[in-house]
């Protein structure tokens, strides 16, 4: 199994990025996915997941109106989009595989694998 996440860089506020996370090794479509960051000297954090058919989504509230979580199920690949980033959003983000292909997706025990990480940097 490897989860492949990319697209992270510096931006300033209220810059935008997409990040995506490029999925092998199992059937993709069978499963949830997620999005968590890790800001320095803090804990990594849920952002986002999304169903097996994307269906349903969730987000932090933090990031409500401003990410945007989707999955390419033909192209194996987990995108999220980030609007309006703000300092506070820096963070190495993580793509991760869920055990199940919906339900309670945001916390890390729902995770089974995770992507290296890509680094958000929002300068103010």
């Known amino acids: 199994v490897q989860l492949q996440a990319s697209g992270g860089g510096l931006v300033q506020a209220g810059g935008s990025l997409r990040l995506s996370c490029a999925v092998s090794?199992?059937?993709?479509?069978?499963?949830?996915m997620g999005w968590f960051r890790q800001a320095p000297g803090k804990e990594r954090e849920f952002v986002a997941s999304i169903s097996w058919i994307g269906h349903s989504t969730d987000y932090t509230d933090s990031v409500k109106g401003r990410f945007t979580i989707s999955r390419d199920n033909a192209n194996n690949t987990l995108y999220l989009r980030m609007n309006n980033l703000k300092p506070e959003d820096t963070a190495v983000y993580y793509c991760?595989?869920?055990?199940?292909?919906?339900?309670?997706?945001?916390?890390?025990?729902?995770?089974?694998?995770w992507g290296q990480g890509t680094q958000v940097t929002v300068s103010s």
């Open positions: 090794g199992f059937t993709f479509s069978n499963y949830g």
């Open positions: 991760a595989q869920a055990y199940a292909a919906w339900g309670t997706l945001n916390t890390e025990l729902a995770y089974d694998y």
